[in-house]
Nanobody, 125 residues
C-alpha cells in the first residue's frame, strides 16, 4: 500500500508562484508514472500535469502549459514536484498527486490507482 502526501499549498496573489511536492511511502516512487490533478468547488477533477517513470516525458493541460512544470527529485527527498508560476485566480483548487502503472505519462484519473489527500491552492486577484 502506498501513501502519498502533498505539501506546499497555500494562499498567493495572482502572478505569484508556488511549489507543490508529493512524497510517497510504501512504494518506489520513481518507478511509476505520476501526475497532478485539481478540483475546484463544484467542478470535476481535472488533469494538470503528468510525468513518466523516468522523468523524460511530461504532459500538461493546455490551461497550465508554459506556467507549470512537473519534475521528479530522485535524491534524498524522492518527490514529484509541481512548480507553478504566473498563477491565476482560476488555478484555485485542491491539488492532488497520484501514481499509476505502465509506460508513458497518464492524463486520465482512471489510469491512476493511488491518490493523496490533496493540498489547497488559493490564488487571490
Amino acid at each position: 500500500q502506498v501513501t502519498l502526501v502533498e505539501s506546499g499549498g497555500g494562499l498567493v496573489q495572482a502572478g505569484g508562484s508556488l511549489r507543490l511536492s508529493c512524497a510517497a511511502s510504501g512504494r518506489t516512487f520513481s518507478t511509476y508514472p505520476s501526475g497532478w490533478f485539481r478540483q475546484a468547488p463544484g467542478k470535476e477533477r481535472e488533469f494538470v500535469a503528468a510525468i513518466d517513470w523516468s522523468g523524460g516525458s511530461t504532459g500538461y493541460a493546455d490551461s497550465v502549459k508554459g506556467r507549470f512544470t512537473i519534475s521528479r527529485d530522485r535524491g534524498s527527498t524522492n518527490t514529484v514536484n509541481l512548480q507553478m508560476s504566473s498563477l491565476k485566480p482560476e488555478d484555485t483548487a485542491v491539488y492532488y498527486c497520484a501514481t499509476g502503472k505502465g509506460l508513458g505519462y497518464k492524463t486520465h484519473p482512471n489510469e491512476y490507482d493511488n491518490w493523496g489527500q490533496g493540498t489547497q491552492v488559493t490564488v487571490s486577484s
